[in-house]
Every structure is written in structure tokens, then in C-alpha cells.
């Protein structure tokens, strides 16, 4: 998604991210209401009671995103990587004061607290240097770490992770739109050459699409691990993105500090693996979703949607 962006904001000159983000709420309600409509997928309407329920995590989805395109539009791919990777430590925090967990075992803590620090590292040996960028990509970390939390909330309250796809959509879908109507995209995007280029409506449908795609992957993962867990495998994700991103779209002078920074980053994710696997050694700590199925409980993602059902069910969900 990373390179996509880079490339439809940058290479083709399209730096609208309400706009981009309006399209891809878009697409991913249309194809919800069309799966809907044919009877492959059984959801609750969508009401306002439900949207309330569901507002903060939409309010800190739309922030994250908004704010993750401003910073990669002035930030090369291994240091807007190396921002994001501080997201872990957010979700630690979040999940003690919001979700009420007990407090992470030492290695855990040490392997999100070496991805972190790795991530300060490699930012001190980036020599094009961004203020406002940098900025934008830190207050996306905190919005992200945010709605990854509350999402895994709902989750717990058992809402599907169709059910957080769909109020997702439609909750940030008129923000999106309005925010890119008062700065004036639809202007400039009249003016802007790259619409008569067929090559940049290619890259520009095939961002949007796995925007969608990934939305829903991003809540599965979520649903059925942790907000943690799922911003740790994007932390092993990004290690392979920085990587290529030294050599792409005018890639980064590779030095100490940036070398040092990514092997901490790596180093951080094989510790983490370490301690939930030593976790899941201990007789009955049992990862959480297997505590539901022995319950007799399905995880909130896997549970089916009830034809009865009529409206989303938030009694559960609150910031305390």
C-alpha cells in the first residue's frame, strides 16, 4: 500500500488524500450492499444508534489514514516504515487503559520497547529530514494505536469483522468527502494532468481496491488476535518494505544509524514471537479465542451474524 500511495500522490502528482480515502470508503460499501443484496453475507442495517456506537473507532481510522498520507507524500518509504513501527508501543499502553489488560510480560515489553527505540535510530539517520511530515506520521501512529484498540473492543463485544467493515465505511465515508470538498480537491483534481493518463487510472482503481481489502484484513487480524498482535506483524511487514524502499521511488542513503535501526526493528519482532509462543507453552494460557471456543463461545469475527438480528450491538463498548 505504501509504494501504491507513493506512487499515485508523487510520481503522478496527486496529492488529495480525502479524496482517495472518500473513493475507498466508497468501493468497500458499495461491494458490502451488493454481497448484501444477493444474500452472500447477512448484516444489520445500518442505523445511528449503530454509528454512534461505532464513532470513535471511525474517528480514529479516518484521522490515521488522513494523517499517514500527508506523511508519506513528504517522507521516503524506509523512515515513513520506521515511524509506523512505533505503533506497538501505542497498542501496549491502549490495551491496559482501555481494554483493562494485565500488564505485558518483560520480554514482551523489551520487544516492543526495542522496535521503538530501533524506530528513533534509523529517524536519526534519515538526512532529508521533514518536520511537518515526521509530525503528521507520529500523530498518525497514536490515531492508529487508537482504533486498533477500540476495534479489537467491539470485537470482543462480539461485532463481526464485516459488521466493523461495514460502519467503518459508511461512518467515515461523508467525513472523508466533506474534508475534500472544504480544502478544495475536486478542483484541483479538474486541473490536474494525471487524469488523462490511463496508467494512473490503473494504479489509481488498484490502490483503492486493496485499500478495501486490507481494511478487512487489518479487522480480522484484529478480531481474532489483538491490536498488538496485528501491529506487530505490520512491523515484519514494514522490515521487507523499508528494504525495497531503499531502492525505490529515489530511495535513502543506507548508513549506520539506519542499518542499526532496522536490525533493531527485526530483532524486536523475533522477541516478540518468542514471548507468545513461551506464552502459549504454559499450561492453561491459552491464547484468548481458544478460551471462547472451549467456553462454548465463538471470536467475535468467526461468530455468525444472527438472521434475527436487527441493529449492531455497542452495550458493550466503552472508553473508561
Known sequence: MAFLNKA????????????????????????????????????????????????????????????????????????YSAVKRCTPLVNLVLAVVILRRPLPSLTLTVSVLTITIGCFVAVLGDLTFDGFAYTM????????????????QCAENHCSTLEILQLNSYNTLAPFIIMSLLVGEPEDIVKSSCIKDVGFHVVFWILVSIGSVLNYSLFLCTALNSALTTSLVAVAKSVIQTLVGLFVFGGIKLNSLTAVGIVMNTLGGFMYTYSKYQEKQKPGSKDENFNKIQAGLQPASLQDT????????FSGVKIS
Open 306 to 313: 444472527q438472521d434475527d438480528r436487527r441493529e449492531h450491538d
Open 137 to 152: 506520521g507520529g500523530l498518525s501512529v497514536l490515531a492508529q494505536g487508537l482504533y486498533l484498540t477500540l476495534v479489537q
Open 8 to 79: 499515485v500522490m508523487n510520481s503522478y502528482q496527486f496529492p488529495f488524500p480525502f479524496f482517495i480515502m472518500a473513493c475507498q470508503m466508497l468501493v468497500t460499501v458499495i461491494f458490502l450492499e451488493m454481497l448484501r443484496s444477493f444474500g452472500k453475507v447477512v448484516l444489520p442495517a445500518y442505523t445511528w444508534k449503530s454509528a454512534r456506537g461505532f464513532l470513535a473507532p471511525s474517528l480514529g481510522y479516518a484521522f490515521h489514514a488522513t494523517l499517514s498520507l500527508m506523511a508519506l507524500q513528504g517522507m521516503n518509504i524506509p523512515m
